[in-house]
C-alpha cells in the first residue's frame, strides 16, 4: 500500500473514512479482500507470498493498515504485512500493541504502521524510535515517515480533506484515488511515475493494484469498498477497472 489517506472524527456520522491505493509488482500473487478461511474475523486482501495483508478491518471493530518506507535503509527480514494481519487478531488496546511492536521493529521490512482499535487511532514506523497516536483531522500516510511531507501526500491530504467535507461517497473517493496527475517535478520517468496517486510503469511491472475505501459510522458499523484493476500487461484493458467488491461489518 502506497497511499493512505485518512480523516479521523472530522464527520459526525462516519468518524473514519479511509481512502487508499495498494502499489505493488503486478506480478505479485494475492486475493482481493475477503473474509479470511483461517481466521474468519478479518477482513482483508492477502498476499500470497507471506500471507499477510496491507489493509483490513475485523469483526472486533479494528483497522489496520501498511505502506513500505522508500529510500530506507533496509531493515528485517519479516513481511510488513504480518503487522496488519496480527494486530486484528490482537486484543490488545493501540497503545499497548504499539509499546510491544516498538521492541521488535528491526524484524520488518521497511514500514509505516496504522493501526484502531475502535477507540484510538495509533502511529509507528520503524526508521525512527517511538509512536503515537494520532489527533483528529486529516493525515496522509505514503512512502515517507508521516511527519514528512512531500507533493505526493500533500496533493492527497488537501483533496481528502475537500472530499470530506462535502460528504463525498465511495465513488467520488474512489475516482480521487484513480488521479494519474503527476505531482512536482522530477528529473527521471521512474520517479515521475511514483509521484501519481495512480501509479503505472510498465517497463518496472509495477503500479497500482486496488483503491480501497473503508468507513467506520458512529454506530459502530463499516463498508468496505475495493476496487481492483486489471493488471495484466498483455491484455488490452489493462488496467482498466476489473471488479468493485462492498462489504459491511
Not at 483490513?56 to 479494528?62: L, V
Request: hydrophobic content about 35%; proline content about 5%; glycine content about 8%.
Amino acid at each position: 500500500m502506497c497511499l493512505i489517506l485518512l480523516s479521523w472524527q472530522q464527520v459526525p456520522d462516519r468518524p473514519m473514512i479511509i481512502a487508499a491505493n495498494r502499489d505493488e509488482f503486478y506480478s505479485r500473487p494475492s486475493l482481493a479482500a475477503n473474509f479470511w478461511p483461517d481466521h474468519p474475523q478479518i477482513l482483508a486482501g492477502r498476499d500470497l507470498e507471506y500471507g499477510g495483508s496491507w489493509l483490513g478491518i475485523s469483526r472486533n471493530g479494528r483497522f489496520a493498515a501498511v505502506t513500505n518506507l522508500r529510500e530506507v535503509e533496509h531493515s528485517g527480514e519479516h513481511s510488513r504485512g504480518d503487522l496488519v494481519k496480527h494486530f486484528l487478531l490482537s486484543e490488545n488496546s493501540t497503545p499497548a500493541y504499539l509499546k510491544e511492536l516498538e521492541a521488535e521493529k528491526d524484524i520488518y521490512r521497511p514500514f509505516n504502521f496504522i493501526g484502531f482499535d475502535g477507540h484510538r487511532l495509533g502511529y509507528s514506523n520503524n526508521s525512527a524510535t517511538g509512536w503515537q497516536l494520532l489527533p483528529p483531522g486529516c493525515h496522509a500516510i505514503g512512502n515517507i515517515p508521516l511527519n514528512n511531507t512531500n507533493g505526493k501526500t500533500a496533493k492527497g491530504k488537501t483533496d481528502m480533506d475537500a472530499a470530506v467535507s462535502t460528504d463525498a461517497n465511495h465513488l467520488a473517493l474512489l475516482a480521487m484515488l484513480q488521479d494519474k496527475s503527476p505531482n512536482g517535478q522530477h528529473q527521471d520517468a521512474f520517479h515521475h511515475a511514483l509521484s501519481c496517486r495512480f501509479v503505472s510503469i510498465a517497463d518496472f511491472n509495477y503500479g497500482t493494484r486496488s483503491s480501497s475505501v473503508v468507513s467506520r459510522h458512529q454506530n459502530g458499523h463499516w463498508d468496505f469498498w475495493e476496487q481492483r484493476y486489471n493488471t495484466n500487461p498483455a491484455d488490452p484493458n489493462f488496467l482498466k477497472i476489473n471488479a468493485l467488491n462492498h462489504f459491511q461489518l
